[in-house]
């Protein structure tokens, strides 16, 4: 009755199990430098995320950030002040042609009147 009971520590095990599981990584919270093996992409000890975490700016690269500021204020303020140069200087022209028009205009009108 017993006889095709599978022998114990039978030879046909699944020898699949192990590609698919891989152990979880182990992750340093920046946030709380608590070490945790987890799959996940939060901290399993005080909840954040392990891919929001971001390292400090260099100093390096604020300065260059800062020097790039600079240079494009100076440009830019170089630019207002020629626009505002050039602008004035239109505006006056535009005044002295004016005047001149209305200045031929009345000596016209004076001529005209003489005739
Ligand atoms: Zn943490």
Redesign the pocket.
């Given at each position: 009755m017993f006889d095709n009971v599978a022998p114990h520590g039978a030879e046909q095990q699944p020898a699949q199990v192990d590609e698919a599981q891989e152990p979880p990584p182990v992750r340093v919270?920046?946030?709380?430098?608590?070490q945790?093996q987890t799959v996940g992409d939060f901290?399993p000890?005080?909840?954040?995320s392990y891919l929001h975490a971001r390292r400090m700016p260099s100093r390096r690269a604020l300065t260059i950030a800062g020097v790039a500021l600079l240079l494009v204020a100076g440009a830019v303020t170089g630019i207002a002040v020629k626009v505002s140069h050039d602008r004035s200087e239109e505006r006056a022209a535009a005044v002295a042609d004016k005047r001149d028009a209305e200045a031929a205009a009345a000596q016209k009108e004076a001529e005209a009147r003489e005739h």
């Open positions: 919270c920046r946030t709380c430098s608590v945790s901290c000890h005080c909840g954040k």
